[in-house]
């Protein structure tokens, strides 16, 4: 109502379909960026060339079909059974995974699931070194995906597969360990013998 109707218009019709020029950027996490990064490389618009196994534009749609569908599904099914700290956290996740394009910028809507992962840590825990560099690892720019100006570099896919690719498994991993905070949050509380 504030924007008015030709705003979400020129959206829909200009802004949506500009972007699929960039979902195969490097710097894209998405679970759909991850898919189009290894099998249907744009390389447009950025000074990396991205050498794929085989090119298949019909494998990212179906790859990315399954990806981003396992992830939500599972995601609605753990978010009804959480609290509400955690099902938020699982969301801002699932949602990140499941966007056509997740900036590495994007990744500071993370904060939130950390400190729940970090809270539920526990003191002198040794997990404490694995989340740090989670950490590091989510927020870090990858320094491979842009190089510097006027250079062109190509990488083949065994590089996208690893270096490239380690921020969305980063939201991976922080998805699982949400999962793995809520399946522990219903764990009945153990009997304890009685006093006598």
């Known amino acids: ?3 008015g109707t030709e705003a979400h218009l020129d959206y829909f019709s200009l802004v949506m379909p500009s972007l699929q020029n960039y979902v195969g950027d490097p710097v894209n996490c998405s679970l759909r960026g991850h898919w189009t990064k290894l099998f249907n490389p744009s390389n447009n618009a950025i000074e990396v060339t991205l050498i794929p196994p085989i090119h298949s534009p019909l494998l990212v749609k ?3 079909g399954i990806s981003i569908a396992t992830v939500v599904l599972a995601g609605l099914w753990y978010c009804r059974k959480a609290s509400v700290d ?3 956290a699982l969301a801002w996740v699932v949602m990140l995974l499941a966007s056509p394009i997740a900036w590495d910028h994007y990744l500071i809507l ?3 699931p950390l400190i729940l992962i970090w809270r539920n840590l ?6 404490g070194i694995l ?3 989670l950490i590091i690892c989510v927020q ?3 320094p491979y995906s842009h190089p510097s100006e006027g250079v062109i570099r190509t990488f083949h896919w065994p590089f996208t597969v690893t270096i490239l690719s380690y921020q969305t498994y980063a939201l991976l991993a922080t998805g699982l360990w949400m999962v793995f905070l809520i399946r522990h949050e219903d764990r009945p509380p153990k009997n304890l013998p009685d006093e006598a």
Do not use: D, E, K, Q
């Open 86 to 88: 955690l099902s938020h």
């Open 131 to 133: 989340l740090l560099i």
């Open 122 to 127: 526990g003191p002198g825990s040794r997990w």
């Open 140 to 142: 870090a720019r990858n």
């Open 62 to 64: 179906i790859l990315s």
């Open 110 to 112: 993370l904060v939130f």
């Open 1 to 3: 109502m504030v924007l």
